[in-house]
Nanobody
């Protein structure tokens, strides 16, 4: 399984970005986005149930970020709107079979992409 994240960059506060994660290999129960800033713990951003398309979001991004996936392309997306400086982080896509009650726990994801940097200036 390979996950290739892309789409990060430097933007001003209020701007939008779309992250893409190209997946190859097996399919999994859930795909997610996490982020980690220097000196901070990895934070859950969003996840999507591959089977029923149910979506989950971290509290800090609800209403601003949207996760989606294109099954035909085996690609995961994260649309990020109204970006804030506190969104600055390295964003990772992940795939796995987490217990869906704990979909926000990084331990449930076995496969990780290499990360893409998002920097939001004020």
């Amino acid at each position: 399984v390979q996950l290739q994240a892309s789409g990060g960059g430097l933007v001003q506060a209020g701007a939008s970005l779309r992250l893409t994660c190209a997946a190859s290999g097996d399919t999994f129960r859930a795909y997610g986005w996490f982020r980690q800033a220097p000196g901070k713990e990895r934070e859950f951003v969003a996840a999507i149930n591959y089977g029923n398309n149910r979506k989950y979001y971290g509290d800090s991004v609800k209403g601003r970020f949207t996760i989606s996936r294109d099954k035909s392309k085996n690609t995961l997306y994260l649309e990020m709107n109204s970006l804030k400086p506190e969104d600055t982080s390295v964003y990772y896509c992940a795939a796995g079979n987490p217990i869906l009650t704990y979909v926000s726990a990084s331990e449930g994801y076995r496969h990780w992409g290499q990360g893409t940097q998002v920097t939001v200036s004020s």
